[in-house]
């Protein structure tokens, strides 16, 4: 076994998930604590050894820097690392030689979370330089796409109403507590309730809508949308929201495209209907002279669009590791991960319409392998048995004193 470490549990994903996992560390011998900052990370601990904080966001250091000197802390365990919360632990952390374990949702979907040392998507510690992945990837086995397993997203949902339900006692028991979503949770439930109730009115018509884009021969383009509320857009991009992305695509589009091209916006399929983004797209039409070329869609075939697609622009999305997986040329608006010469686009963004170029593959496959054995979990955080192939298989991941990532450099 490794040697014997202390873990710190912070947040965790709305789900048994870290409850599980510290149960496993626990019984390979470590020290587990947990500091809860709600009534829902309460109510998903259960009755393992945790401390309550229900103070200031002020005042959250000094805490966080009595645990780590009293309980001789050497990790943490957190999920998302931009959470108020979670900011000033991963700061100080990082100050005093503590190992910050940051997980995330996958960046290679759906049988994959991700899991990084001291910080995820624009504060991941992979490099950056094409040739690396070129060189470590060639000496790394083909991952494949890992064992599958089925997780409902009914699941996912019912966890997330009982982290928040449980949260309605957080003005008594936390009464200092903020939520990092920017929205209100019953305003987004309602919102799910609207738009969940429309799809299956708007599923035959956007289906159709992608046959006719596949089979006509009609050369398109595709925007899929992020959520505004996502760490990737707020802390990770230049941009306020996707109204701000659209205006300045839509704008580059018709002045740059190919005159007989389309535009393809897609919708994320986790949105919660809050934006009428068909009359701001509407709006933006009528301004720069685009009428009939650009197409909307809430839902649909993303493998089928991305097979026919000339092109893909994103900001950051992990649907741009699928588009450049899918061999279609892609930009990015932002600097993700992936963001490399030979994957994405490199030059100016008005000249992607016309020469876009095509993804290496070899590097592609080489990039996520890499990306695999360095900071991908084979597993998930909502239904049983994701849970369990992810504690399982993370654990070489949190219990070396040398990460995958190490290793490799």
Same mark, same amino acid.
């Given at each position: 076994?490794?040697?014997?470490?202390?873990?710190?549990?912070?947040?965790?994903?709305?789900? $048994?998930?870290?409850?599980?996992?510290?149960?496993?560390?626990?019984?390979?011998?470590?020290?587990?604590?947990?500091?809860?900052?709600?009534?829902? /990370?309460?109510?998903?601990? +259960?009755?393992?050894?945790?401390?309550?904080?229900?103070?200031?966001?002020?005042?959250?250091?000094?805490?966080?820097? /009595?645990?780590?000197?009293?309980?001789?802390?050497?990790?943490?365990?957190? *999920?998302?690392?931009?959470?108020?919360?979670?900011? $000033?632990?991963?700061?100080?952390?990082?100050?005093? +030689?503590?190992?910050?374990?940051?997980?995330?949702?996958?960046?290679?979907?759906?049988?994959?979370?991700?899991?990084?040392?001291?910080?995820?998507?624009?504060? @991941?510690?992979?490099?950056?330089?094409?040739?690396?992945?070129?060189?470590? +990837?060639?000496?790394?086995?083909?991952?494949?796409?890992?064992?599958?397993?089925?997780?409902? *997203?009914?699941?996912?949902?019912?966890?997330?109403?009982?982290?928040?339900?449980?949260?309605?006692?957080?003005?008594?028991?936390? $009464?200092?507590?903020?939520?990092?979503?920017?929205?209100?949770?019953?305003?987004?439930?309602?919102?799910?309730?609207?738009?969940?109730?429309?799809?299956?009115?708007?599923?035959?018509?956007?289906?159709?809508?992608?046959?006719?884009?596949?089979?006509?021969?009609?050369?398109?383009?595709?925007?899929?949308?992020?959520?505004?509320?996502?760490?990737?857009?707020?802390?990770?991009?230049?941009?306020?929201?996707?109204?701000?992305?659209?205006?300045?695509?839509?704008? @580059?589009?018709?002045?740059?495209?190919?005159?007989?091209?389309?535009?393809?916006?897609?919708?994320? $399929?986790?949105?919660?209907?809050?934006?009428?983004?068909?009359?701001?797209?509407?709006?933006?039409?009528?301004?720069?002279?685009?009428? +009939?070329?650009?197409?909307?869609?809430? @839902?649909?075939?993303?493998?089928?669009?991305?097979?026919?697609?000339?092109?893909?622009?994103?900001?950051?999305?992990?649907?741009?590791?699928?588009?450049?997986?899918?061999?279609?040329?892609?930009?990015?608006? @932002?600097?993700?991960?992936?963001?490399?010469?030979?994957?994405?686009?490199?030059?100016?963004?008005?000249?992607?319409?016309?020469?876009?170029?095509?993804?290496?593959?070899?590097?592609?496959?080489?990039?996520?392998?890499?990306?695999?054995?360095?900071?991908?979990?084979?597993?998930?955080?909502?239904?049983?048995?994701?849970?369990?192939?992810?504690?399982?298989?993370?654990?070489?991941?949190?219990?070396?004193?040398?990460?995958?990532?190490?290793?490799?450099?």
């Amino acid at each position: 076994m490794a040697s014997r470490r202390s873990f710190l549990f912070l947040q965790g994903v709305c789900s $048994p998930f870290f409850a599980k996992l510290a149960d496993q560390l626990t019984a390979d011998g470590h020290w587990v604590f947990k500091i809860n900052f709600n009534a829902g /990370d309460l109510a998903y601990w +259960g009755i393992r050894r945790a401390w309550n904080y229900r103070g200031e966001l002020p005042g959250l250091r000094d805490f966080l820097d /009595d645990k780590y000197r009293r309980f001789e802390i050497t990790d943490q365990v957190l *999920f998302g690392d931009r959470r108020p919360v979670h900011r $000033p632990a991963v700061d100080r952390a990082s100050a005093l +030689g503590i190992r910050t374990h940051v997980f995330e949702e996958g960046y290679l979907r759906p049988c994959w979370v991700t899991l990084e040392r001291e910080g995820v998507n624009g504060h @991941s510690l992979l490099p950056r330089d094409p040739d690396w992945f070129r060189r470590v +990837g060639a000496k790394l086995p083909d991952y494949g796409n890992g064992a599958s397993f089925k997780s409902p *997203f009914s699941l996912r949902a019912a966890h997330d109403v009982a982290y928040h339900l449980a949260g309605c006692t957080n003005p008594i028991l936390f $009464p200092h507590y903020r939520r990092h979503a920017p929205l209100n949770a019953a305003v987004e439930y309602a919102g799910y309730a609207v738009r969940f109730s429309m799809l299956r009115f708007r599923e035959p018509q956007d289906a159709a809508l992608i046959d006719h884009l596949a089979n006509s021969g009609v050369p398109f383009y595709l925007l899929p949308l992020q959520l505004n509320s996502d760490a990737q857009i707020r802390d990770h991009c230049r941009f306020d929201d996707m109204n701000g992305v659209m205006e300045l695509v839509m704008e @580059s589009f018709a002045v740059h495209a190919p005159n007989a091209a389309r535009l393809v916006i897609k919708n994320h $399929p986790l949105d919660a209907g809050l934006v009428n983004y068909r009359r701001v797209i509407a709006d933006l039409e009528k301004r720069f002279g685009l009428s +009939g070329r650009i197409d909307y869609l809430e @839902s649909g075939d993303l493998a089928k669009l991305l097979r026919h697609a000339q092109g893909v622009v994103t900001v950051n999305s992990t649907v741009g590791i699928v588009s450049v997986g899918a061999g279609c040329p892609t930009v990015t608006l @932002s600097d993700p991960i992936y963001n490399l010469p030979g994957l994405t686009f490199q030059g100016p963004f008005d000249d992607f319409w016309k020469h876009p170029g095509k993804p290496d593959a070899e590097l592609y496959r080489h990039f996520r392998n890499t990306l695999i054995h360095a900071a991908q979990v084979n597993g998930g955080f909502y239904c049983a048995t994701g849970i369990r192939m992810a504690v399982h298989n993370c654990r070489r991941f949190l219990e070396p004193e040398r990460s995958p990532l190490d290793e490799l450099l």
